[in-house]
């Protein structure tokens, strides 16, 4: 025992070797030094922080220097556990809720509405369902500039929920941008780091439809069985908070249960489309609480956070995917992530069905359907241009009568990429190119097709000349 002690000590000072040449004095001192290694079983390294600031810290703007330290040391497939010393118990506060009678525990619980498909109400400590999708967790979760701050935040909230800097923890921006997402993965979290906690995602939709159903009801009791029951949440995470507008019945409700959760040091967490200050109708007294915590973005993907979710999306399909075409779907699709995730599962299923490989082409073709790129014009004289250039044909008998092979294939070539790439209709296709007819456009077009799908060198040629058209 006392050798394995010494040997997780030996390699964490290694590690502190390392780290100590990235980082500042001040900032090594401070972030690291106070750092002590408990345990490591050959795939997890736990490490005692002296509170979640640290982990926060860590998260956000050190784990660039220590993962690679780590995965020298200690393994690529090492995963960190931060373990926080319990803060000292504190005497529960007195709660103001104006009006709401204080429920006492109930043992008959015929009557009792169900407001969680598990959870009852009213019996205390009962395990509820916290209604988490068991796809969305950190594993799974694509981070990016775009989120980091959110994710960093979230991770110091499931180590510590309830006392911590961030409590609530407010989540903003648009819609599919991986808000649920990431607070669903925080419930899991906090769910496998501390199973002894009541975690609740609801949405404020539906809170509010169980709150009308109480507030209606003729069943004595049954607001207070509602209130009750979300009282006795450790962690509360309510999904698009910016539904409370215009809702003050609700408002004053959800004032009170936030007012109890905080208080008793529960943990919050909210997303909404908006920042608190450009929230409409919701009372001040709420909107201040809103900005007790931390307040964080999530933005649109950048490119490099594109790349990496086109990439996980495919690998979880099974599909082979080149370079090139992620490099085209990342710096064409103006879209968010949810978008973007349909965007490639229609792809794939498109390909599947028309036993087509998946290229930039047929990316181009499928997807403009689904998302939106933000691809320049282009014109059948810059694909004439673009043939013969690539081909080196000269434009006069490009357009000129001769018909030999060179010439005729060089003008189908260009129809089939007019007609994939141009809002032209075929007599104008066929009118620029050799003043042919629309029948014509259409069987070169085919013939090209045919000979794509069995002549591998020409399929190179046309996906050559398609990348030149396209940059």
Not at 63 to 91: D, E, N
Not at 95 to 124: F, S
Not at 431 to 439: D, F
Request: net charge neutral; aromatic share 8%.
């Amino acid at each position: 025992m006392n050798t394995n002690t010494q040997t997780y000590n030996d390699m964490w000072q290694q590690c502190l070797a390392h780290l100590r040449t990235q980082t500042s004095e001040e900032e090594f001192v401070k972030w690291f030094q106070p750092i002590e290694p408990l345990e490591f079983d050959g795939q997890t390294l736990r490490l005692r922080v002296p509170n979640a600031s640290y982990v926060y810290q860590i998260e956000k703007n050190y784990l660039k220097f220590l993962r690679p330290i780590i995965s020298q040391l200690y393994g690529q497939q090492t995963k960190l556990f931060y373990a926080v010393p319990k803060p000292q118990p504190q005497p529960q506060p007195e709660v103001d809720t104006t009006g709401i009678r204080r429920i006492v525990a109930q043992t008959d619980t015929a009557n009792i509405q169900n407001y969680n498909p598990i959870a009852i109400p009213g019996l205390k400590r009962l395990k509820i369902d916290p209604n988490l999708n068991p796809s969305l967790k950190f594993s799974s979760f694509i981070e990016g500039d775009c989120n980091r701050l959110a994710r960093s935040a979230g991770m110091a909230v499931a180590v510590n929920p309830g006392n911590n800097p961030f409590n609530p923890l407010y989540i903003y921006g648009d819609s599919g941008l991986g808000k649920t997402h990431v607070v669903q993965a925080i419930g899991h979290e906090i769910g496998e780091r501390h199973p002894e906690l009541q975690v609740l995602y609801v949405s404020m939709n539906k809170f509010q439809a169980q709150f009308q159903r109480a507030y209606l009801s003729d069943k004595k009791g049954e607001l207070n069985d509602f209130i009750h029951f979300y009282q006795m949440v450790d962690v509360l995470i309510i999904d698009d908070i910016q539904e409370l507008t215009g809702k003050p019945g609700t408002q004053n409700v959800f004032f009170n249960i936030f007012n109890h959760l905080h208080l008793s040091g529960k943990q919050l967490i909210l997303t909404s489309d908006k920042p608190p200050v450009e929230l409409k109708d919701i009372e001040e007294r709420l909107l201040t609480r809103f900005k007790w915590g931390l307040t964080t973005q999530i933005q649109t993907p950048d490119y490099q956070t594109k790349i990496k979710i086109i990439r996980s999306k495919m690998e979880k399909l099974g599909v082979p995917i080149s370079d090139e075409v992620v490099n085209f779907l990342a710096e064409n699709i103006s879209a968010n992530v949810r978008e973007i995730e349909g965007a490639l599962s229609s792809l794939v299923a498109n390909a599947s069905f028309m036993g087509r490989r998946i290229t930039t082409s047929l990316a181009k073709e499928i997807l403009k359907v689904y998302v939106r790129l933000t691809q320049k014009e282009i014109t059948i004289d810059h694909i004439i241009e673009t043939v013969c250039r690539y081909l080196n044909i000269d434009s006069e008998r490009f357009n000129s009568t001769e018909r030999t092979r060179e010439i005729a294939q060089a003008r189908q070539v260009a129809m089939y990429l007019a007609k994939q790439h141009t809002k032209a209709p075929l007599t104008a296709i066929g009118s620029a190119i050799g003043g042919r007819n629309h029948a014509t456009v259409l069987h070169s077009c085919k013939a090209v097709s045919n000979l794509i799908d069995t002549d591998k060198q020409f399929r190179h040629q046309v996906e050559e000349i398609e990348k030149l058209v396209l940059a």
